[in-house]
């Protein structure tokens, strides 16, 4: 048989061409897992995204490692304080490149409501220990919060949007 | 086991004369306004009933430091459990007041022992041997106050870091 | 107890290992850390490492007005943070001498035993996601939207709540938030029901809860556990019974207690409370007076009468214990949090001893820890 009619159809419709890099960005962008790591009131919101009502695997972003060697992004939830730090930088250097931050709620914004001058425990904000990708404002954030967290991240991977944006009124 | 609070009351009196030299005297400190206890500013007397209903508890007892531990001996012969034990810094007086809540599984009595301490040398034996449950409590007050308990376990930092060597909520604390 | 014996007494030499639980790890429920000592499966010695969360909230007392101090409240034990909200404005009310209307005791009753339920309702997701199910989760988080969605009504927030004053409750309740909580109650009983044919009957769950993780009266004394736990050791201590506050002794309901001391015993303490608050939230809500939900004329700076005082409650996890002490200024001299989880933990090193290392996970899930309450 000739090549040229070995295939009636025209190829375009079923072979795409893209740089290798959009493609794995958008596999990931698609499958972003997160690391199972709840410090306090935050994460109560974070568990509540991942249950029934709002369903974040809707976004397949439901797969919660509790290995930071499975994870691609991490979900700073909740409050570091100085005895904290250390685990969260450890946690955050085992993790596989690429990897992302998140930062969710006040406290992982800027140390929150328990920054006062003179105070003793509180790191005041997790971008002083590694850099950050998207905050999360909120004490604490509504779980819509976080799921536009990890939409604005996909937005960050891919370069696009993936659902409209929801301007309010 | 006893049957009502003044029965319990009683024996404390026996336990801590009223004659004994007092932690300090509320004459000296009633100048200053920053005075708490509604049985220093009362009488002498160190065993006192006060009025659930506006404080809170039922029996207030100042002990010197080395009655806390007899103090806690009989609450436990008594059925108590351990509540909480704390400290508050009275920085004006240069003293440290150790303060330890009991509460009754039972009866639902509420019972405070206090006891005064030197600032200068703040140091209270350990009542962990008679309430295990205390052990967590002495260590987080010696961490935020730095009361010593004599003959305790294990004093090291509880919530602070391991090598915390500040006591945060002394007033004269600064970060 | 007789494996470890026999373990430790047996012929071959005695070598055990340190097992590092946490901080970060999902069955600790935060950053609690545990410092296993194990023999083989066995735990030798567990010492657990507290402070991964500590937020200085007492020191943060010192530093603000007492009404400045209120929105922390919400934020020691947040997922039952109404009752922390009511121990320290009813601490403060008791100082200042604030009388709070029947009305706006009564919606605290309301909103407190609805923060219960949801409390519980975590407590049960989490602790069979513990204990390998994960499926009651979503089914208890289904429920506990319900339940936020009332309050956030009401209070503006699903989570940390800052919704009690001095003098009453910043908001009052409306037709809305009534007909919402009734129609809850009764959704909410059916869903019980199902609990129990669901979980509570599953031989699964029995097997791995009964006869496991004892605990004995003896034990909630020295240490001073509270709420469930000393409730699940046949001790029927319940601050809403022993020291009625708020207005408790208006409201017909049950302590629930089992004698047997163990998971399966606190399990049941859990599941049959929730019965019990439906019980009040019901009866609150055909008992609520009218007139108003705020004491007027509160100052916004308050300057509380010297001395100390004491308010304690029933929160989710035990006795709440708010000592203040007030040298008769706008700030507050000390503010003492005793929290439940924190008592509660520390039995955990006697209990833990000589117990395999899943059961040891199922015991840490049946005290039902918050960590930032043992932190504070």
């Known amino acids: ?169 | 086991m006893i049957s009502s609070l003044q029965e319990l009351a009683d024996q404390f009196s026996k336990l801590i004369p009223q004659d004994a030299p007092l932690p300090e005297t509320p004459a000296a400190a009633g100048a200053s306004c920053a005075h708490g206890g509604v049985a220093s500013q009362a009488s002498t007397n160190p065993v006192q009933m006060v009025d659930y209903a506006i404080k809170g508890w039922h029996l207030d007892v100042r002990a010197r430091p080395d009655q806390v531990v007899a103090a806690a001996a009989l609450l436990d012969e008594n059925g108590f459990a351990t509540d909480a034990v704390t400290g508050v810094d009275w920085i004006a007086e240069g003293e440290m007041e150790v303060v330890y809540d009991y509460f009754h599984p039972a009866n639902s009595w509420r019972v405070f022992v206090r006891a005064r301490v030197p600032r200068s040398k703040p140091e209270i034996p350990t009542i962990s041997q008679v309430y295990p449950g205390a052990n967590w409590h002495e260590r987080e007050t010696h961490e935020f106050f730095g009361i010593v308990f004599l003959g305790h376990p294990n004093l090291t930092p509880l919530l602070l870091p391991e090598d915390a060597d500040y006591h945060p909520l002394r007033k004269d604390f600064k970060a | 107890m007789s494996a470890l014996s026999l373990l430790s007494s047996g012929e071959r030499e005695h070598e055990t290992f340190i097992l590092n639980v946490g901080p970060q790890h999902p069955a600790t429920h935060g950053v609690l850390r545990l410092k296993l000592t194990m023999d083989g499966e066995y735990i030798t010695r567990a010492e657990p490492v507290c402070g991964y969360i500590h937020r200085m909230h007492e020191k943060m007392g010192e530093n603000r007005t007492w009404a400045q101090f209120l929105p922390n409240t919400g934020r020691i034990d947040y997922l039952a943070a109404m009752a922390y909200g009511h121990a320290y404005v009813a601490a403060v009310e008791r100082a200042a001498g604030i009388v709070v209307p029947a009305r706006a005791e009564y919606i605290r009753v309301i909103t407190s035993e609805l923060n219960r339920i949801s409390s519980h309702l975590v407590w049960f997701g989490a602790f069979l996601l513990d204990l390998g199910g994960f499926t009651p989760l979503l089914y208890a988080f289904d429920d506990r939207e319900k339940i936020l969605d009332l309050l956030e009504a009401l209070t503006g927030s699903r989570l940390t709540y800052c919704y009690y004053r001095f003098g009453g409750v910043c908001n009052d309740v409306d037709d809305d938030f009534i007909r919402g909580t009734r129609e809850f109650v009764a959704g909410m009983r059916p869903r019980m029901k199902m609990y129990r044919e669901l979980v509570t009957d599953n031989i699964i769950l029995r097997k791995r809860l009964i006869g496991i993780g004892h605990i004995s009266a003896e034990m909630c004394r020295k240490y001073g556990a509270t709420g469930p736990v000393i409730r699940g050791s046949g001790v029927a201590y319940d601050v809403r019974k022993n020291e009625p506050y708020s207005v408790y002794r208006d409201f017909d309901f049950d302590v629930p207690v089992f004698p047997e001391g163990d998971c399966m015993a606190r399990y049941l303490v859990r599941m049959e409370e929730m019965v019990q608050s439906l019980r009040i939230v019901e009866q609150a809500l055909d008992k609520l007076p009218g007139g108003p939900a705020l004491t007027a004329g509160v100052p916004r700076v308050l300057k509380p009468a010297v001395g100390d005082y004491c308010f304690a409650v029933e929160a989710a996890r035990g006795r709440f214990l708010v000592r203040i002490v007030s040298d008769g200024k706008e700030i507050p001299y000390r503010v003492r949090l005793r929290t439940p989880s924190f008592s509660n933990l520390s039995l955990f090193e006697e209990a833990s001893q000589g117990m395999m290392l899943p059961d040891a996970l199922a015991l840490l899930g049946s005290l039902d820890l918050v960590i930032p309450d043992i932190d504070r």
């Open chain 1, 1 to 169: 048989m000739e090549p040229e009619k070995a295939c009636t159809q025209d190829l375009s419709q079923i072979v795409k061409f893209a740089m290798l890099d959009d493609v794995l960005s958008l596999a990931r962008a698609n499958s972003l897992w997160p690391l199972t790591f709840g410090l306090a009131c935050c994460a109560i919101e974070m568990m509540a995204a991942g249950a029934s009502r709002f369903d974040i695997s809707r976004f397949g972003a439901e797969v919660f490692r509790p290995s930071p060697r499975q994870a691609d992004v991490m979900i700073v939830a909740g409050t570091i304080n100085k005895k904290m730090a250390p685990a969260v930088k450890t946690l955050y250097d085992q993790m596989l490149e690429p990897k992302w931050v998140i930062a969710m709620g006040n406290c992982a914004i800027s140390g929150g409501p328990f920054v006062y001058p003179g105070q003793y425990a509180v790191i005041e904000g997790v971008d002083k220990l590694f850099p950050v990708d998207v905050f999360i404002p909120g004490c604490p954030p509504r779980p819509e919060a976080l799921i536009e967290g990890i939409l604005k991240l996909e937005e960050k991977l891919t370069g696009k949007r993936r659902w409209p944006e929801v301007i309010p009124q």
